[in-house]
């Protein structure tokens, strides 16, 4: 048990409330003592450690109890230790160099994909102006052009009133709302009348029964368990048995000798300058692995399958500092090329269902097989929902499915004083984001020691636990006060089981907008600005990366070119640099 001061069960069975306040700064310091000490192979000196600076707002800057921004501060300033060591094996080791975590702009990153500006206008105006999307290759096939599909992802009562279970389309609501008996072409004219349409189906079904429809017919969803439910859960006690931040050198293949990073060039001294990575993911969590690590200097090739759905307007920040490229596996030749790219890689990142890449000749034990021929160890970077192992690790998931199967929507809901134990989701698509840098932390350690060590490495990252971390007792959750200081400060549009993530995405931004309008500015010093830009040659200006080193410190972290969209060059003229 954890010696932590905590209130149990203020926000439902298994949740505890911390008894007092603490500045998020200083809050932030405790959390990332707390994950550097329980990370194996993270470094325990002090030297390094005492390097990171939190700053900010002393108030939380998002909705609800649970402590996001200072969790992914923590790891991102973890993240900034492992490139301070990395840059002491390349021979820029600097005594003085310093590891700046703003836990201000932490929270302001949970909304990087609303956090960006197309010739000065925000996507969040423009987005609302009907302006946006004819900038935008278009990948979503339609995968919300009605009310009903919008509101196929959601969280809904069922039979049983004490238990709410969130439904998800996965991009394709048409069969899931025909499993549930509601017809996808009812004429239906507002997002509002389709939740009270769908309400009237999910209520004759108990959460059981809702369960075992996507079960049946391999649909993604989650009873909204209480945090003492989940961890009380076979998935969730296999979730338990793994370290938050997972990464483990493969053992059981090929020896590999220990491979050094690459020379500087002379016009980039990022700590993983020359780094090659593979990045094979869609949406949210993946892609910003390699997001942070070509942030830090990795040379990224992005593959996207085009028949495949993605979210068009994440093209504009999580392509940052990559090429892109269009790869349908099914097609041999495709699927040589890409072999051919990952026996060159030193990172290959992917972001689908356990397993599924296997046949591709893409899997784990397919890749180490190939550094052990090439001598030459790999980092395999893998993201799902539930976690590496256990009874639903092969399952699909999504970032809502994470937030309601961990408890995350439960407390949230709580907090919120709603009746009828009505959940709602997390406010922005925190486990997604913060999954990214999990992964991302985990590559870098695993760089990090290969080249101390040799081997090749394992990092997984799972959404659920991004959740259930946050649900610890020794992290602990704000008090309803600090809840409702915060939600009066920034006067937050109603939130409620039904709304989407980016629904709630657009009420944090405009919470934001009425305390922090100065800094939420082009030229706030915040954003970086490419002049331009592949969509119809537009200035393009994103939030700046989370880690900063000193002023004038040639390894800062920095994207060196801009978003660009998906699929953009043909892979023909695509090879590692």
Same mark, same amino acid.
């Given at each position: %048990?954890?010696?932590?001061?905590?209130?149990?069960?203020?926000?439902?069975?298994?949740?505890? $409330?911390?008894?007092?306040?603490?500045?998020?700064?200083?809050?932030?310091?405790?959390?990332?003592? !707390?994950i550097?000490?329980?990370?194996?192979?993270?470094?325990? +000196?002090?030297?390094?450690?005492?390097?990171?600076?939190?700053v900010? +707002? &002393?108030?939380?800057?998002?909705?609800?109890?649970?402590?996001?921004?200072?969790?992914?501060?923590?790891?991102?300033?973890?993240?900034?230790?492992?490139?301070?060591?990395?840059?002491?094996? /390349?021979?820029?080791? /600097?005594?003085?160099?310093?590891?700046?975590?703003? $836990?201000?702009?932490?929270?302001? *990153?949970?909304?990087?994909?609303?956090?960006?500006?197309?010739?000065?206008?925000?996507?969040?105006?423009? $987005?609302?102006?009907?302006?946006?999307?004819?900038?935008?290759p278009?990948?979503?096939?339609?995968?919300?052009?009605?009310?009903?599909?919008?509101?196929?992802?959601?969280?809904?009562?069922?039979?049983?009133?004490?238990?709410?279970?969130?439904?998800?389309?996965?991009?394709? @609501?048409?069969?899931?709302?025909?499993?549930?008996?509601?017809?996808?072409?009812?004429?239906?004219?507002t997002?509002?009348?389709?939740?009270?349409?769908i309400?009237?189906?999910?209520?004759q079904?108990?959460?059981?029964?809702?369960?075992?429809?996507?079960?049946?017919?391999?649909?993604?969803?989650?009873?909204?368990?209480?945090?003492?439910?989940?961890?009380?859960?076979e %998935?969730?006690?296999?979730?338990?048995?793994?370290?938050?931040?997972?990464?483990?050198?493969?053992?059981?293949?090929?020896?590999?000798?220990?491979?050094?990073?690459?020379?500087?060039?002379?016009?980039?001294? /990022?700590?993983?300058?020359?780094?090659?990575?593979?990045? %094979?993911?869609?949406?949210i @969590?993946?892609?910003?692995?390699?997001?942070?690590?070509?942030?830090?200097?990795?040379?990224v090739?992005?593959i996207?399958?085009p028949?495949?759905?993605?979210?068009?307007?994440?093209?504009?920040?999580?392509?940052?500092?990559?090429?892109?490229?269009?790869? &349908?596996?099914?097609?041999?030749?495709?699927?040589a090329?890409?072999?051919?790219?990952?026996?060159?890689a030193?990172?290959?990142?992917?972001?689908?269902?356990?397993?599924?890449?296997?046949?591709?000749?893409?899997g784990?034990?397919?890749?180490?097989? %190939?550094?052990?021929?090439?001598?030459?160890?790999?980092?395999?970077?893998?993201?799902?929902?539930?976690?590496?192992?256990? !009874?639903?690790?092969?399952?699909?998931?999504?970032?809502?499915?994470?937030?309601?199967? @961990?408890?995350?929507?439960?407390?949230?809901?709580?907090?919120?004083?709603?009746? +009828?134990?009505?959940?709602?989701?997390?406010?922005?698509?925190?486990?997604?984001?913060?999954?990214? !840098?999990?992964?991302?932390?985990?590559?870098?350690?695993?760089?990090?020691?290969?080249?101390?060590?040799?081997?090749?490495?394992?990092?997984?990252?799972?959404?659920?636990?991004?959740?259930?971390?946050?649900?610890r007792?020794?992290?602990?959750?704000?008090? /309803?006060?600090?809840?409702?200081?915060?939600?009066?400060?920034f006067?937050?549009?109603?939130?409620?089981?039904?709304?989407?993530?980016? +629904?709630?995405?657009?009420?944090?931004?405009?919470?934001?907008?009425?305390?922090?309008? &100065?800094?939420?500015?082009?030229?706030?010093? *915040?954003?970086?600005?490419?002049?331009?830009?592949?969509?119809d040659g537009?200035?393009?200006?994103?939030?700046?990366?989370?880690?900063?080193? &000193?002023?004038?410190?040639? @390894?800062?972290?920095?994207?060196?070119?801009?978003?660009?969209?998906?699929?953009?060059?043909?892979?023909?003229?695509?090879?590692?640099?």
């Amino acid at each position: %048990m954890s010696d932590y001061p905590t209130i149990p069960n203020v926000y439902g069975p298994g949740s505890h $409330t911390d008894t007092g306040f603490v500045p998020v700064p200083q809050d932030t310091e405790r959390i990332f003592r !707390i994950i550097a000490k329980e990370t194996p192979g993270f470094t325990q +000196d002090e030297k390094l450690l005492s390097k990171v600076k939190f700053v900010g +707002d &002393d108030f939380p800057v998002i909705p609800g109890p649970i402590k996001a921004v200072p969790i992914a501060a923590a790891l991102h300033a973890m993240s900034g230790v492992v490139a301070d060591e990395i840059l002491a094996i /390349r021979g820029a080791a /600097r005594e003085d160099r310093t590891v700046t975590v703003n $836990t201000t702009q932490a929270g302001f *990153w949970f909304a990087t994909i609303g956090m960006a500006f197309v010739d000065g206008e925000d996507v969040v105006a423009l $987005t609302r102006a009907k302006k946006l999307k004819p900038l935008l290759p278009n990948y979503e096939q339609g995968w919300v052009d009605t009310p009903l599909k919008y509101r196929g992802t959601a969280l809904y009562p069922t039979k049983n009133p004490e238990t709410w279970y969130s439904v998800h389309g996965s991009l394709n @609501a048409k069969p899931l709302l025909k499993s549930l008996g509601v017809n996808p072409e009812d004429p239906i004219n507002t997002p509002e009348e389709a939740y009270e349409h769908i309400k009237k189906f999910t209520t004759q079904k108990s959460p059981e029964e809702l369960e075992f429809n996507n079960l049946y017919n391999g649909f993604c969803g989650s009873i909204c368990f209480t945090p003492e439910a989940w961890n009380n859960s076979e %998935m969730g006690k296999a979730l338990a048995k793994h370290p938050f931040v997972n990464v483990k050198q493969q053992a059981h293949s090929v020896p590999t000798p220990r491979i050094a990073f690459p020379p500087f060039n002379p016009n980039d001294k /990022r700590p993983l300058a020359g780094v090659k990575v593979v990045e %094979m993911t869609r949406i949210i @969590a993946g892609p910003q692995v390699g997001t942070v690590l070509s942030s830090y200097g990795a040379d990224v090739i992005r593959i996207n399958a085009p028949h495949l759905v993605d979210i068009n307007i994440m093209q504009l920040t999580l392509n940052a500092g990559k090429r892109t490229i269009a790869i &349908d596996l099914r097609n041999p030749e495709d699927r040589a090329y890409v072999q051919s790219l990952v026996r060159d890689a030193d990172v290959f990142v992917q972001g689908f269902r356990q397993s599924k890449l296997e046949k591709y000749g893409l899997g784990l034990n397919e890749l180490l097989r %190939m550094a052990g021929e090439r001598q030459k160890g790999i980092v395999y970077v893998s993201e799902n929902c539930y976690g590496p192992d256990g !009874i639903y690790a092969e399952r699909g998931g999504w970032q809502q499915i994470a937030d309601t199967a @961990a408890g995350s929507s439960y407390v949230t809901g709580r907090s919120l004083n709603l009746p +009828d134990n009505e959940c709602v989701l997390p406010s922005l698509p925190v486990s997604d984001m913060t999954t990214g !840098i999990l992964g991302a932390l985990g590559a870098m350690i695993g760089l990090r020691d290969r080249a101390l060590h040799g081997g090749s490495y394992y990092s997984h990252a799972a959404l659920a636990a991004v959740n259930t971390y946050a649900l610890r007792p020794e992290i602990g959750l704000y008090p /309803r006060n600090i809840v409702d200081e915060c939600a009066k400060r920034f006067q937050w549009a109603e939130m409620r089981g039904a709304h989407h993530v980016l +629904d709630l995405l657009v009420t944090v931004w405009d919470g934001w907008k009425r305390v922090f309008g &100065d800094v939420l500015r082009e030229d706030s010093g *915040w954003f970086q600005t490419f002049q331009n830009s592949a969509f119809d040659g537009k200035r393009l200006s994103f939030l700046k990366p989370v880690v900063s080193f &000193d002023k004038g410190d040639e @390894a800062n972290p920095e994207w060196r070119s801009p978003s660009v969209p998906y699929c953009q060059e043909p892979k023909e003229q695509v090879q590692f640099k």
